[in-house]
């Protein structure tokens, strides 16, 4: 079965840090484009950071400077490093990833199940 697991979210105190790790496992043969999204209470998704298979990235305004997403081809894992956290970077985040799935021949989007990121003030 494939998946995309996330872990890292918690609580942590304004200014603190914090990292999400997302890894995809199953009959997969590649990673195109990888990124994390977030969602807080009444609010749309929205994309935090992406990044490439070659390597390159993109940042949200708001968190340009804060963040800074990586990943590593031979574990199948996305990070996400969050320093300076704010109380308005709360929200539940998501990983995403475009999977290469040898039984269909083709790249399929995923989504994890999401890991809740708290920032107290």
């Known amino acids: 079965q494939v998946r995309l697991v996330e872990s890292g979210g918690g609580l942590v105190q304004t200014g603190g840090s914090l990292r999400l790790s997302c890894a995809a496992s199953?009959?997969?043969?590649?990673?195109?484009?990888m990124g994390w999204y977030r969602q807080a209470p009444g609010k749309q998704r929205e994309l935090v950071a992406g990044?490439?298979?070659?390597?390159?990235?993109n940042y949200a305004d708001s968190v340009k400077g804060r963040f800074t997403i990586s990943r590593d081809n031979a574990k199948n894992t996305v990070y996400l490093q969050m320093s300076s956290l704010k109380p308005e970077d709360t929200a539940v985040y998501y990983c995403?990833?475009?999977?290469?799935?040898?039984?269909?021949?083709?790249?399929?989007?995923?989504w994890g199940q999401g890991t809740q990121v708290t920032v107290s003030s």
């Open positions: 990044i490439t298979s070659g390597g390159s990235t």
């Open positions: 995403n990833a475009d999977l290469y799935i040898p039984y269909y021949q083709q790249s399929q989007n995923y």
């Open positions: 199953g009959s997969i043969s590649g990673i195109n484009a």
